[in-house]
């Protein structure tokens, strides 16, 4: 059974920082393409940025160079690193794992940036 579990939201000030975790379960991470989704109020889940197996990375222009994802293969864990947060950034995260024909996604967690 795949368990994508996501920690690490809450409320922050604009232009601080938070980071975000997915650990995973049943999948290894190092192996599957790994992304961090978001879905904002009133708006549709968008990718905010990816990892491949062989390590290269993506981001939706909104985040370059505010936001870094990276994996801990040892802890089998995704990281989402957000600095200089905006409130635009508030929505729900979701953890995403791609292989082949499958995708797994977790429950999501909140994250709000009050101005």
């Known amino acids: 059974q795949v368990q994508l579990v996501e920690s690490g939201g809450g409320l922050v000030q604009a232009g601080g920082s938070l980071r975000l975790s997915c650990a995973a379960s049943?999948?290894?991470?190092?192996?599957?393409?790994m992304g961090w989704y978001r879905q904002g109020p009133g708006k549709q889940r968008a990718l905010v940025a990816a990892?491949?197996?062989?390590?290269?990375?993506n981001y939706a222009d909104s985040v370059k160079g505010r936001f870094t994802v990276s994996r801990d293969n040892a802890k089998n864990t995704v990281y989402l690193q957000m600095n200089g947060l905006k409130p635009e950034d508030t929505a729900v995260y979701y953890c995403?794992?791609?292989?082949?024909?499958?995708?797994?996604w977790g429950q999501g967690t909140q994250v709000t940036v009050s101005s």
């Open positions: 990892i491949t197996p062989g390590g290269s990375t």
């Open positions: 049943g999948i290894i991470v190092s192996t599957n393409a």
């Open positions: 995403n794992a791609q292989k082949l024909v499958y995708i797994y």
